[in-house]
Structures are given as structure tokens and as C-alpha cells.
């Protein structure tokens, strides 16, 4: 059974920069696209980031250029690094994984972690 258990959330001033975490076990690392999404309070979830075993990556238009996800697959966890956050960044963040190499921005993944709260004070 698939587990993802994500880390690194936290409060952060708007500008400042966090290292989210998702420790993958269970299975083979690299037979999952891993994505990140995020939920603020009363919104629905939206797709974030996404990256295959091989390294490619996939992101929502909003936030090219203040993150960046990425995977060390000797270490079976996914990073999303975010950098010039704003208070509009403030939700809970959840890592995603799904089998095959296809990306896909729905939330049709297959396996969820427990989510991180980050939250940017303005």
C-alpha cells in the first residue's frame, strides 16, 4: 500500500520561501507521477505541480517561476519549493501519486498524504 507523508509546511512572512516534503513508501517510486495540490479554507483543491520518474515536470500557469518541484529517487521523496510566497498562498498542501507516466491536473490520484498546512502572514 502506497504512503505519502508530506513535511516542511509552517507560517512564513509573504516573501519568504518553504521546502515542502513527500516521503513515498510502499511501492516503486519510480512506477508514480507525484503531484502537489493545495486546499484554502472554503476552496476546492487545485492542482499545484507535477513531476515523472524521469524528471519532467508539469505546472498550474499561476505558479511557474515561484515553485519548483522536484525528486530524489534514491530517496523516494518529492520537494516543492516555493519561493516569493503571499498570503494568497496560504492552504493546506497535499502531495498525490498516481501509477503510469501520465499527468494529469485533476485530482483523480490514486494516492493522497494526510496534507501540510503553510500559512504566509502579509
Known amino acids: 500500500q502506497v504512503q505519502l507523508v508530506e513535511s516542511g509546511g509552517g507560517l512564513v512572512q509573504a516573501g519568504g520561501s518553504l521546502r515542502l516534503s513527500c516521503a513515498f513508501s510502499?511501492?516503486?517510486?519510480?512506477?508514480?507521477?507525484v503531484a502537489w495540490f493545495r486546499q484554502a479554507l472554503g476552496k476546492e483543491r487545485e492542482f499545484v505541480a507535477a513531476?515523472?520518474?524521469?524528471?519532467?515536470?508539469y505546472y498550474e500557469d499561476s505558479m511557474k517561476g515561484r515553485f519548483i518541484i522536484s525528486r530524489d529517487n534514491g530517496k523516494n521523496t518529492v520537494y516543492a519549493q516555493m519561493n516569493s510566497l503571499k498570503s494568497e498562498d496560504t492552504a493546506v498542501y497535499y502531495c498525490?501519486?498516481?501509477?503510469?507516466?501520465?499527468?494529469?491536473?485533476?485530482?483523480?490520484?490514486?494516492?493522497w498524504g494526510q496534507g501540510t498546512q503553510v500559512t504566509v502572514s502579509s
Open positions: 498525490a501519486a498516481r501509477a503510469g507516466r501520465g499527468i494529469i491536473t485533476s485530482p483523480d490520484y490514486e494516492y
Open positions: 513531476i515523472r520518474w524521469s524528471g519532467s515536470t
Open positions: 510502499g511501492s516503486i517510486f519510480s512506477h508514480y507521477v
